[in-house]
């Protein structure tokens, strides 16, 4: 079994910057992506970021600029740097890890509360 633990969400005003982290433990195949992903109320669950072991990025376009998605290999650590936040960054946010193994394997952490208001 697969668990990711974030932590790093909170309260910011417009303008400041918070860090993600998603810690993943367990059986995981080394070949794989992880990503963040947001929900607002009211509104479906979109792609933020997403970085494979290799490196390779991937960023909505409402945050390209703005936000830096990394990842520590060795850790199993997925980061999520949110700078020049915005009103409308506000969602709860979730990690995530896939591979495909024969089947695809697919985990998601709690999610973590990000709120931006002044």
């Known amino acids: 079994q697969v668990q990711l633990v974030e932590s790093g969400g909170g309260l910011v005003q417009p303008g400041g910057s918070l860090r993600l982290s998603c810690a993943a433990s367990g059986s995981i195949f080394s070949l794989n992506a992880m990503g963040w992903y947001r929900q607002a109320p009211g509104k479906q669950r979109e792609l933020v970021a997403a970085?494979?072991?290799?490196?390779?990025?991937n960023y909505a376009d409402s945050v390209k600029g703005r936000f830096t998605i990394s990842r520590d290999n060795a850790k199993n650590t997925v980061y999520l740097q949110m700078n020049s936040l915005k009103p409308e960054d506000t969602a709860v946010y979730y990690c995530?890890?896939?591979?495909?193994?024969?089947?695809?394997?697919?985990?998601w952490g709690q999610g973590t509360q990000v709120t931006v208001s002044s």
């Open positions: 995530n890890i896939h591979w495909v193994l024969g089947k695809v394997y697919d985990y």
């Open positions: 970085i494979n072991s290799g490196g390779s990025t």
